[in-house]
C-alpha cells in the first residue's frame, strides 16, 4: 500500500506541470484564431497607409488652367460688385463659381496625406464608411485604392463575423443568465417554506443519487449490494467477476497511462490533435451568430448606450461638435454610411478609436442580423395567413 501511495503522488507531480502545460497550450489555440484576424487587419492597415501615404503625400502640385480661370473669375466678383446694394447677386454667382470648384485645389497633399491620414482612409476603405473628404487624386492611387478594397473588405469582414461570435455568445450567456436569476427570485416570492424546504429534500436526494453513482471499486459495488449478506453462493459466478474487473480496468487505468504516453513518448500526436481543433474552429466561424436569441429592443438599448458613451467623449476634441452632432456623426459610421457632411479637425485622435468602430459595427451588424430573423418570421406569418384566407373552401356535397 506505501508503495502504491508513493507511486501515486508521484504521478500526480508529475501531471500537475502537465496539466498547467495543456491548459496553457488549450488557452493558447483558443486565441490564436482570433489574434491573427485581428493582427493581419492591423498590418493590412499599416501598409495601405504606408503605401498611399508614399504615392498621394508625395504628389507634385500643378496649378492648372481651371484652377486660374477660378482665381480670376472670383477676384472679378469681389471688386466689381457692390456688397450693399447687389449682395444676392454676388452670394449666387459666388456659389455657383465654388461649385464648379475643384476640392483638390485647396488641398495640401504632405499635410492630408501623412501617416496617420492615409491610415484614416485606409479605415474608411475597408469599413465601407467612405466619408469622401479624402480620396485618392493620382490613376496609380485610384487603382491601388481599389485593389486594397477588394482584399480589405473581406477581411475587414471576417473580423466582424469572428468578433460577432464572441460578443453573441456573451450577449446569450448574459441574458439567460439574467433570466435565470429572474425566474428564481419569481419562484422564491411565489413559494411557501414548506414547499421549498421540500423542494430542497428532493434536490439533497437527486444529488446524493449522482454521487452514489460515480464509478466504485469492486470491493465497494459488492459491499453495496443489499444481498450479498444473505445470499453469498450467488455472488460466486465467474462471468459477474470478470465483467467487474473489466469495468474497473476501464475506469481507472487506461485514462492515466494514455495521457502520459501522449505527452512523454508521442507529442506529435497531441500537436495533430490541437492543430485539427483549430482547425475546426475556423470552421465554426458566423455559428454563434445564428443561434442567438436575445430582444430587439435590448440590443436597440444597447447600440444607444454605446453610442451615447462616444458622443459624450468625441466633443473633448472635437470643438465643432455638441453631443447631438457627435451623436449623429458616431451612428453614420458605425452604420457605414458615411455621408461625410460633418469633417474632423482632427482626424488621427479618431483613429485611436478604431476599436470603438469595430466593435460598434459588430453590435449594429448583431442587431441588424436580429432584424432580420424577424423580419422573415413576420413575412412568413403574413404569407401564411394570406395563403390561408384565400383558400377555397371545402364543398359539402349531400349524400
Known sequence: ????????????????????????????????????????????????????????????????????????????????????????????????????????????????????????????????????????????????????????????????????????????????????????????????????????????????????????????????????????????NVELFEMLIARENENTQPVRNKSMERWSSCPELAREKTVSRVIKNFDKIGKELEKLDVPIVLMVLVIFVYISCAAAVLPKWEKNMDFQEAFYFCFITLTTIGFGDTKLEHPKFFLFFSLYIIIGMEIVFIAFKLGQDRLIVLYKKVISFCAEKNLPSKKIYPK
Not at 488641398?107 to 465601407?128: H, K, M, Q, Y
Open 1 to 236: 500500500l506505501k508503495k502504491k501511495n508513493q507511486d501515486e503522488l508521484r504521478m500526480a507531480t508529475t501531471s500537475q506541470p502537465l496539466r498547467g502545460k495543456t491548459t496553457c497550450k488549450k488557452i493558447f489555440w483558443a486565441v490564436f484564431p482570433h489574434a491573427c484576424f485581428i493582427l493581419s487587419l492591423v498590418i493590412y492597415a499599416f501598409l495601405g497607409a504606408l503605401m498611399f501615404s508614399h504615392i498621394e503625400g508625395t504628389r507634385e502640385v500643378t496649378e492648372s488652367k481651371e484652377y486660374r480661370i477660378f482665381l480670376q473669375n472670383l477676384t472679378y466678383l469681389v471688386t466689381f460688385y457692390n456688397v450693399t446694394e447687389n449682395e444676392n447677386m454676388l452670394k449666387k454667382n459666388i456659389h455657383d463659381l465654388f461649385n464648379t470648384a475643384d476640392p483638390v485645389w485647396f488641398i495640401n497633399p504632405a499635410d492630408r496625406w501623412n501617416f496617420f491620414g492615409s491610415l484614416f482612409f485606409c479605415c474608411t476603405v475597408f469599413t465601407t464608411v467612405g466619408y469622401g473628404n479624402t480620396y485618392p487624386v493620382t490613376r496609380i492611387g485610384k487603382y491601388l485604392c481599389m485593389l486594397y478594397a477588394l482584399f480589405g473588405i473581406p477581411l475587414m469582414f471576417l473580423v466582424l463575423t469572428d468578433m460577432g461570435d464572441i460578443l453573441a455568445t456573451v450577449l446569450s450567456k448574459s441574458y439567460n443568465e439574467f433570466r435565470e436569476l429572474q425566474s428564481k427570485i419569481l419562484a422564491s416570492k411565489l413559494c411557501s417554506g414548506s414547499t421549498c424546504c421540500k423542494r430542497n429534500e428532493l434536490k439533497c436526494r437527486t444529488h446524493s443519487k449522482i454521487v452514489v453513482n460515480e464509478p466504485l471499486t469492486i470491493m465497494e459495488l459488492l459491499r453495496s449490494q443489499a444481498g450479498v449478506k444473505q445470499g453469498s453462493v450467488k455472488y460466486r
